[in-house]
T-cell receptor, first 117, second 109 residues
């Protein structure tokens, strides 16, 4: 859905560098979800955030990955010390969210393709 | 964890043919969803199913929520070139959306 804006569309990093992926939800949406997609696979849930709160991070790797959704500004998915296995498409989705979960009204962005050299 | 098995993994059909794909799960879901993803884009919701046994249409697309709540199918009638893409089923239980592996649809004109 054109309303969810992700940038950059493509990000190339060398092993050990940091990757920052940004997501601006649909205007008025206060719920953000991050998913990861490996080639030829479906989307895997990573984290669910509301403004200034992490609601469910059960899909996030325990190390090197973090996410935030501040009061002002976009949601950020941060990957520290990237490794080749982090190469994937990362999708952000937002919903108006009248309660958890309301995933059926998810609007997805176009994704960020992360390539780790 | 919850897993969805989607089949077939890929389909090669002639324009005008009907398409059928399905999704099964070892777990019960409260909602079944079907998405389409085109290259370089995020998934777009096609159909949402909320009740066991529910049959819902969206133009040439028809989807059903299985009685056991562990399966769903999607049919596309009279396929056209713009139907090309990857179709994903997704189930929603008590927690987050769980996606199938996708069915890649290729159409020969």
């Amino acid at each position: 859905n054109a309303g969810v804006m992700q940038n950059p569309r493509h990000l190339v990093r060398r092993r050990g560098q940091e990757a920052r992926l940004r997501c601006s939800p649909v205007k008025g949406h206060s719920h953000v979800y991050w998913y990861r997609q490996l080639p030829e696979e479906g989307l895997k849930f990573m984290v669910y955030l509301q403004k200034e709160n992490i609601i469910d991070e059960s899909g996030m790797p325990k190390e090197r990955f973090s996410a935030e959704f501040p009061k002002e500004g976009p949601s950020i998915l941060r990957i520290q010390q990237v490794v080749r296995g982090d190469s994937a498409a990362y999708f952000c989705a937002s919903s108006p969210g009248s309660g958890y979960p309301t995933n059926e009204k998810l609007f997805f962005g176009s994704g960020t393709q992360l390539s780790v050299l | 964890g919850q897993q969805l098995n989607q089949s077939p993994q890929s389909m090669f059909i002639q324009e005008g043919e009907d398409v059928s794909m399905n999704c099964t799960s070892s777990s019960i879901f409260n909602t079944w969803l079907w998405y389409k993803q085109e290259p370089g884009e995020g998934p777009v919701l096609l159909i949402a199913l909320y009740k066991a046994g529910e049959l819902t249409s969206n133009g040439r697309l028809t989807a059903q929520f299985g009685i056991t709540r562990k399966d769903s199918f999607l049919n596309i009638s009279a396929s056209i070139p713009s139907d090309v893409g990857i179709y994903f089923c997704a189930g929603q239980g008590a927690q987050k959306l769980v996606f199938g592996q996708g069915t890649r649809l290729t159409i020969n004109p």
